[in-house]
C-alpha cells in the first residue's frame, strides 16, 4: 500500500518545508515537491492543503492499569492508546511495575501480557523499581538488552514505591555499567507524609491540602538531591513530571554546571493551578503527585521549555473515575488515587498554548511532544521525525481547528476531564500508525492488537561525551 500526502507543510524539529510525503508500506518512502509531477503513483492520496504534517507524537510518561491506592488507573493498553491516537499520539511508553518482593520479570512479562494484541498504537516500556537488591540490579542489565532501557525510582510514597538514597545511589551506579537511565520522582515524600498527617490532624481534609501538604520545596530539594546522587555515579538522570520553579531551578543549575541532568513537565503543570484543587471535594479530579503549583510557577516552566532546561512533556496520564475511585479519598486526602487523565489531550493543548499563545514555535512544539522523547529515549530517528526511513507515524494536523475538550466526547475510559470546557485551536485530522490511518476526521479506523512493542535502545543521547 502507497499514501500520498500532499500539499502540506512538513514540520520537524530543526525546520519546515512545504512538500510531500509518499508512505510505502510502514515506512516513509520519499520527500519532496509536487511528487505526483514527477511520476509518483499512489493507492491513496491525502490532501494536507493547510495542514501541517508532523511525526505523531509520542508520550513517555502513561500509566495504563497502574495499581494504586487500593484501586487500577481506568484505561487498559486498549481505550487508553486509542485515546492517544484521537489525540495524534503514536506512540506511548508506559511504567511496566515491579511490585515490592517481586521480581522486574514479573512487572514485565505482566505490562507485556496487558498490552500484547490490545495496544492500538505502538508502545515500549519503562519499569517502576521499587526494590533495589542484587537480584533487580542484575535483572536490570537483562532488561536493556531487552528494550527496556530506563528504570523508575521515587522519593515520593513511602511504604509503597519509595527508594531510600542508598537504593537509588545503587541503581545508578548500575546504570553506569549498563547504559540505562535513571527516571526520578523526586519529591521528598517523607517529609511529606509528616506535614499531611499534622493537616489532617487539624481537620484538613480536602483534596485542597493535597497540594498544600506537598510544598513545592520537597520538590526542590528531592530534585537536587537526585541529581547530585547522579553526578556523584557519573550517569544522567531524567526528572519525571517537574511542576515547581524549586525543582527547575536544580535542574537548570545542574546542567549550568554541566550535569547530565534532564527533565521533562506536564500540560496540569502548564495550564492548572492548586486553585483547581480548591473547589470542595470535587478537587479530587485533579489530586497527582507532584500537584498543582499556584500559578506563578507557570511562566517559568514554560520559560524552562524554550531554554531546553526542560526537554520534554509528557502526561503521566494516569485516569481515575471521580465516582467510585477518586471518592475513596472523601474524609481524607491522602487515601485519593493520585493521576489525572491526560495522553489525548497533550499535543492540542500544547498547540494552542503553546504554539497559538506565541510561547513556543511550532518546530519546538513538534520537538518536545515528539522529537526529544524519541531521542531521550531510543526510538530515534525511527520515530520522532518526517524523514526517508522513518515509521510512517504521521499527522495531518489543522492548526486552525477549534474544538472544545469535554468529557462527553472524549474517548479516554473516564468520567470527567481536567480541561472540561476549554476551547483549543489545532486537531488532528488524520492519525497514521506505520502507514495505516487510525483516526481519520474524528473516526476510528485503526484495530485493536495492531500496536507493536517497541524494542528501545540504551540512549547515548543523554550521555555527555
Ligand atoms: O499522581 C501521579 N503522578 N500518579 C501516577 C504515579 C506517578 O507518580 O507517576
Ligand atoms: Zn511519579
Ligand atoms: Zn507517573
Same mark, same amino acid.
Given at each position: 500500500?502507497?499514501?500520498?500526502?500532499?500539499?502540506?507543510?512538513?514540520?520537524?524539529?530543526?525546520?519546515?518545508?512545504?512538500?510531500?510525503?509518499?508512505?510505502?508500506?510502514?515506512?516513509?518512502?520519499?520527500?519532496?515537491?509536487?511528487?505526483?509531477?514527477?511520476?509518483?503513483?499512489?493507492?491513496?492520496?491525502?490532501?494536507?492543503?493547510?495542514?501541517?504534517?508532523?511525526?505523531?507524537?509520542?508520550?513517555?510518561?502513561?500509566?495504563?492499569?497502574?495499581?494504586?491506592?487500593?484501586?487500577?488507573?481506568?484505561?487498559?493498553?486498549?481505550?487508553?492508546?486509542?485515546?492517544?491516537?484521537?489525540?495524534?499520539?503514536?506512540?506511548?511508553?508506559?511504567?511496566?511495575?515491579?511490585?515490592?518482593?517481586?521480581?522486574?520479570?514479573?512487572?514485565? $512479562?505482566?505490562?507485556?501480557?496487558?498490552?500484547?494484541?490490545?495496544?492500538?498504537?505502538?508502545?515500549?516500556? #519503562?519499569?517502576?523499581?521499587?526494590?533495589?537488591?542484587?537480584?533487580?540490579?542484575?535483572?536490570?542489565?537483562?532488561?536493556?538488552?531487552?528494550?527496556? /532501557?530506563?528504570?523508575?525510582?521515587?522519593?515520593?510514597?513511602?511504604?509503597?514505591?519509595?527508594?531510600?538514597?542508598?537504593?537509588?545511589?545503587?541503581?545508578?551506579?548500575?546504570?553506569?555499567?549498563?547504559?540505562?537511565?535513571?527516571?526520578?520522582?523526586?519529591?521528598?515524600?517523607?517529609?511529606?507524609?509528616?506535614?499531611?498527617?499534622?493537616?489532617?490532624?487539624?481537620?484538613?481534609?480536602?483534596?485542597?491540602?493535597?497540594?498544600?501538604?506537598?510544598?513545592?520545596?520537597?520538590?526542590?530539594?528531592?530534585?537536587?538531591?537526585?541529581?547530585?546522587?547522579?553526578?556523584?555515579?557519573?550517569?544522567?538522570?531524567?526528572?519525571?513530571?517537574?511542576?515547581?520553579?524549586?525543582?527547575?531551578?536544580?535542574?537548570?543549575?545542574?546542567?549550568?554546571?554541566?550535569?547530565?541532568?534532564?527533565?521533562?513537565?506536564?500540560?496540569?503543570?502548564?495550564?492548572?493551578?492548586?486553585? $483547581?484543587?480548591?473547589?470542595?471535594?470535587?478537587?479530587?479530579?485533579?489530586?497527582?503527585?507532584?500537584?498543582?503549583?499556584?500559578?506563578?510557577?507557570?511562566?517559568?516552566?514554560?520559560?524552562?521549555?524554550?531554554?531546553?532546561?526542560?526537554?520534554?512533556?509528557?502526561?503521566?496520564?494516569?485516569?481515575?473515575?471521580? #465516582?467510585?475511585?477518586?471518592?475513596?479519598?472523601?474524609?481524607?486526602?491522602?487515601?485519593?488515587?493520585?493521576?489525572?487523565?491526560?495522553?489525548?489531550?497533550?499535543?492540542?493543548?500544547? #498547540?494552542?498554548?503553546?504554539?497559538?499563545?506565541?510561547?513556543?514555535?511550532?518546530?519546538?512544539?513538534?520537538?518536545?511532544?515528539?522529537?526529544?522523547?524519541?531521542?531521550?529515549?531510543?526510538?530515534? /530517528?525511527?520515530?520522532?521525525?518526517?524523514?526517508?526511513?522513518? $515509521?510512517?507515524?504521521?499527522?495531518?494536523?489543522?492548526?486552525?481547528?477549534?474544538?472544545?475538550?469535554?468529557?462527553?466526547?472524549?474517548?479516554?475510559?473516564?468520567?470527567?476531564?481536567?480541561?472540561?470546557?476549554?476551547?483549543?485551536?489545532?486537531?488532528?485530522?488524520?492519525?497514521?500508525?506505520?502507514?495505516?490511518?487510525?483516526?481519520?476526521?474524528?473516526?476510528?479506523?485503526?484495530?485493536?492488537?495492531?500496536?507493536?512493542?517497541?524494542?528501545?535502545?540504551?540512549?547515548?543521547?543523554?550521555?555527555?561525551?
Amino acid at each position: 500500500m502507497r499514501t500520498l500526502i500532499a500539499n502540506g507543510t512538513i514540520v520537524n524539529a530543526d525546520g519546515s518545508q512545504a512538500a510531500d510525503v509518499l508512505i510505502d508500506g510502514e515506512t516513509i518512502a520519499a520527500i519532496g515537491a509536487d511528487l505526483a509531477a514527477t511520476g509518483v503513483t499512489a493507492d491513496e492520496t491525502i490532501d494536507a492543503s493547510g495542514r501541517y504534517v508532523i511525526p505523531g507524537a509520542i508520550d513517555v510518561h502513561t500509566h495504563m492499569e497502574l495499581p494504586f491506592g487500593g484501586t487500577f488507573a481506568k484505561d487498559t493498553f486498549e481505550t487508553g492508546t486509542r485515546a492517544a491516537a484521537f489525540g495524534g499520539t503514536t506512540s506511548i511508553v508506559d511504567f511496566a511495575v515491579q511490585s515490592k518482593g517481586a521480581s522486574l520479570r514479573a512487572g514485565l $512479562d505482566a505490562w507485556h501480557a496487558k498490552a500484547e494484541g490490545n495496544a492500538v498504537v505502538d508502545y515500549g516500556f #519503562h519499569m517502576i523499581m521499587s526494590d533495589v537488591n542484587d537480584g533487580t540490579l542484575a535483572e536490570m542489565d537483562q532488561l536493556v538488552a531487552e528494550g527496556i /532501557p530506563d528504570f523508575k525510582l521515587f522519593t515520593a510514597y513511602p511504604g509503597v514505591f519509595y527508594s531510600d538514597d542508598g537504593a537509588i545511589f545503587r541503581a545508578m551506579q548500575r546504570t553506569r555499567e549498563n547504559g540505562g537511565l535513571i527516571m526520578m520522582h523526586a519529591e521528598n515524600g517523607m517529609a511529606i507524609d509528616v506535614v499531611a498527617a499534622d493537616e489532617v490532624a487539624a481537620g484538613h481534609t480536602d483534596p485542597y491540602y493535597h497540594g498544600v501538604a506537598r510544598y513545592p520545596i520537597f520538590e526542590g530539594e528531592a530534585t537536587n538531591r537526585v541529581i547530585r546522587l547522579a553526578e556523584a555515579a557519573g550517569v544522567p538522570v531524567y526528572i519525571v513530571h517537574l511542576s515547581a520553579r524549586d525543582a527547575l531551578d536544580a535542574v537548570r543549575a545542574a546542567r549550568d554546571r554541566g550535569a547530565m541532568a534532564f527533565a521533562e513537565t506536564c500540560p496540569q503543570y502548564l495550564f492548572l493551578s492548586l486553585d $483547581d484543587l480548591g473547589n470542595g471535594f470535587d478537587g479530587a479530579k485533579f489530586v497527582c503527585s507532584p500537584p498543582m503549583r499556584s500559578k506563578d510557577h507557570q511562566p517559568e516552566l514554560w520559560a524552562g521549555l524554550r531554554r531546553d532546561d526542560l526537554q520534554v512533556v509528557s502526561t503521566d496520564h494516569c485516569p481515575f473515575d471521580f #465516582h467510585g475511585q477518586k471518592e475513596l479519598g472523601r474524609g481524607d486526602f491522602r487515601k485519593i488515587p493520585n493521576g489525572l487523565p491526560g495522553v489525548e489531550d497533550r499535543l492540542d493543548l500544547m #498547540h494552542d498554548g503553546g504554539v497559538v499563545g506565541g510561547r513556543i514555535s511550532r518546530e519546538r512544539w513538534v520537538e518536545i511532544c515528539s522529537t526529544a522523547p524519541a531521542r531521550m529515549f531510543g526510538m530515534y /530517528p525511527r520515530k520522532g521525525s518526517v524523514s526517508v526511513g522513518a $515509521d510512517a507515524d504521521l499527522v495531518v494536523y489543522d492548526p486552525d481547528r477549534k474544538r472544545t475538550i469535554s468529557a462527553r466526547t472524549h474517548h479516554m475510559d473516564v468520567d470527567y476531564s481536567c480541561y472540561e470546557g476549554r476551547v483549543v485551536q489545532g486537531a488532528s485530522d488524520v492519525v497514521l500508525s506505520r502507514g495505516s490511518v487510525v483516526v481519520r476526521n474524528g473516526e476510528f479506523h485503526g484495530r485493536k492488537g495492531a500496536g507493536r512493542f517497541i524494542k528501545r535502545t540504551p540512549a547515548d543521547f543523554v550521555r555527555l561525551a
